[in-house]
């Protein structure tokens, strides 16, 4: 399912997703309006909370336009059709005035063994498809390191990962105690970063303190 404020052709398209069509609705795209809201120092008469008015929401709406932004919230799992439907929101490419890149941030998506490798494969195609369009792709992902009795974790998404050609790199980990977390920087192909292989990457999170 797909819906969105659009305007032809943008000069940013915010997708964002989540299986439950409800949590779009109900949580993600108010958080838009929320953060937007915030930005502009907006007051609201009810204690703190932000009074959601038709002239509220054509303000919104009319800010983003004027900034050439589009918003399409999608629901459902991960799947090639998944993939068709992100990939609609680019204009055709006899179409592009300009070439489009693409940044992918997720967060806690590599938690299970039984859709890690369902989550890589269309995170892959989806790159792949805006490389091939000849724009520029990667994705920012955040993890802990090991999600303790569901069998997922950073190795394992790593490890499947370089079997379907994509390559990552650290650019966040935490130094603390408690449950490590780190955000990756994944691209597909050859990628000349300080960690030239998910191999030697995944020896650096391991390494001792």
């Known amino acids: 399912m797909v819906d969105d404020l659009r305007e032809p052709f943008p000069s940013v398209q915010l997708t964002v997703t989540d299986y439950n069509p409800s949590v779009l609705h109900l949580s993600t795209v108010p958080n838009l309006l929320l953060g937007w809201a915030n930005s502009l120092d907006i007051q609201s008469p009810c204690f703190g909370d932000l009074e959601v008015t038709q002239e509220l929401q054509q303000l919104f ?8 932004i589009n918003i ?29 890149d693409t ?37 920012l992902i955040a993890a802990k390191k090991v999600y303790f009795g569901v069998g997922g974790g ?28 780190v955000v990756l920087e994944v691209v597909v192909g050859a990628y000349d970063k300080r960690y030239h292989n998910t191999t030697e990457l995944m020896r650096r999170l391991h390494r001792p303190r």
């Open 61 to 68: 709406t009319d800010s983003l336009n004027r900034f050439g």
């Open 72 to 100: 399409s919230a999608v629901s459902g799992g991960w799947s090639p059709a998944f993939v068709d439907l992100i990939s609609s929101q680019h204009p055709p490419p006899n179409e592009r005035i300009v070439t489009c």
């Open 103 to 139: 940044l992918i941030i997720a967060s806690e998506t590599i938690y299970s063994l039984s859709t890690i490798r369902l989550f890589t494969s269309t995170l892959l195609l989806l790159l792949k498809a805006t490389e091939e369009r000849g724009g520029r792709s990667l994705a």
């Open 154 to 181: 950073v190795d394992e998404f790593l490890t499947v990962l370089d079997e379907m050609g994509g390559e990552a790199s650290v650019v966040w980990e935490n130094e603390g105690e408690g449950v490590g977390r």
